[in-house]
Nanobody
Framework: QVQLVESGGGLVQAGGSLRLSCAASQSILSINVMGWYRQAPGKQRELVAVFTGSTSTNYADSVKGRFTIFRDNAKNTVYLQMNTLKPEDTAVYSC?????????????????WGQGTQVTVSS
């Protein structure tokens, strides 16, 4: 079981910045995939940025060049630095962790979510 606690959301004007934090209850080195998703009202949840390994990352095209995901393994925390925010970035941002365990050669994926944090960007 992995517990995820997010912080850092809020209200910001367009062009501003916010940093989100996601603290895990166990070593993030034991987590295979970890990062951020978001869901805007009336839209499906979408990937924002994730670590697919200890250093490999994957970003949504809409945030490339503006958002940066980084981690502090000693603090078991993953961060999302969001710069040049736009009104279309308004959403609930949720931290996700995936642990993959192989049993008899078949992978089992364990999915964990944080409670979500609201990010609102005003125009």
């Amino acid at each position: 079981q992995v517990q995820l606690v997010e912080s850092g959301g809020g209200l910001v004007q367009a062009g501003g910045s916010l940093r989100l934090s996601c603290a895990a209850s166990q070593s993030i080195l034991s987590i295979n995939v970890m990062g951020w998703y978001r869901q805007a009202p009336g839209k499906q949840r979408e990937l924002v940025a994730v670590f697919t390994g200890s250093t490999s990352t994957n970003y949504a095209d809409s945030v490339k060049g503006r958002f940066t995901i980084f981690r502090d393994n000693a603090k078991n925390t993953v961060y999302l630095q969001m710069n040049t925010l736009k009104p279309e970035d308004t959403a609930v941002y949720s931290c996700n962790a995936k642990k993959i365990i192989y049993r008899g050669g078949a992978p089992e994926v364990y999915d964990y979510w944080g409670q979500g944090t609201q990010v609102t960007v005003s125009s």
